[in-house]
């Protein structure tokens, strides 16, 4: 069965220092990627998605940047945050395309900036 | 117009009650439509998953589509203390990835 796995679970960076957030799928071979913000009391914002090995698309321009070195790895990076980079952030995969595809979320990494 | 309008709530319900959560969205030709139920402080789990209109049922939960209306709901029947969550609702727009609901937070009292 396929799992996803996302860290750190929770963290308190201060404005300016940089971020990184690791998330992996197993059971799977080239998933579609992605990272999504969830602000408190907000819907889930999408930030990037990837369908291949460095292929990263970006939905939002924003203070954040995000890779895929390895088939199952997709890391969310940032060399400065600023206070309104604070949320929970999700990592999901789906099979393939959307369409009839049910997307899978990881269990989130809560950041504070402080 | 938001292409998916979920009424945030908090919805407050006694234990036992029927609930009823609902979405409606833009497009008529969106025929993926999905509920989620995310925890606090968790990952949105997939919950209920329909394909056009239509009812389908999974135990205690009924996923319903509207497509004459561009409207969706989930209902909750006997609910339980456990199912107090945030329920989203999500749609394939046709794009890469899912649209999602901002979500209702339901509280089933005991």
């Known amino acids: 069965s396929q799992t996803i796995h996302q860290w750190p679970a929770t963290l308190v960076q201060p404005v300016g220092s940089p971020l990184s957030l690791e998330c992996t799928v197993e059971?799977?071979?080239?998933?579609?990627l992605y990272w999504y913000r969830q602000a408190a009391g907000r819907g889930l914002q999408l930030l990037f998605y990837?369908?291949?090995?460095?292929?990263i698309s970006s939905e939002v321009p924003q203070n954040l940047s995000a890779s895929r070195p390895q088939d199952r790895q997709f890391i969310l990076s940032s060399k400065k945050l600023l206070l309104s980079d604070s949320g929970f952030y999700l990592c999901?995969?789906?099979?393939?395309?959307?369409?009839?595809?049910?997307?899978?979320f990881g269990e989130g990494s809560w950041l504070t900036v402080v | 117009q938001k292409e998916v309008e979920q009424d945030p709530g908090p919805l407050s319900v006694p234990e036992g009650a029927i609930v009823s959560l609902n979405c409606t969205y833009s497009?008529?030709?969106?025929?993926?439509f999905m509920w989620y139920r995310q925890y606090s402080r968790k990952g949105p789990e997939l919950l209920m998953y329909t394909y056009s209109s239509g009812n389908k049922e999974d135990g205690r939960f009924t996923a319903q589509v509207d497509k004459s209306s561009k409207y969706i709901s989930l209902f909750i029947r006997d609910s339980q203390p456990s199912d107090s969550a945030t329920y989203l609702c999500a749609i394939d727009t046709g794009r890469r990835a899912l649209t999602f609901g901002s979500g209702t937070r339901l509280q089933v009292q005991p």
């Open positions: 497009n008529s030709a969106f025929q993926y």
């Open positions: 059971g799977t071979s080239n998933p579609n």
């Open positions: 999901a995969w789906t099979r393939g395309t959307v369409s009839g595809n049910t997307i899978y």
């Open positions: 990837s369908v291949g090995i460095g292929q």
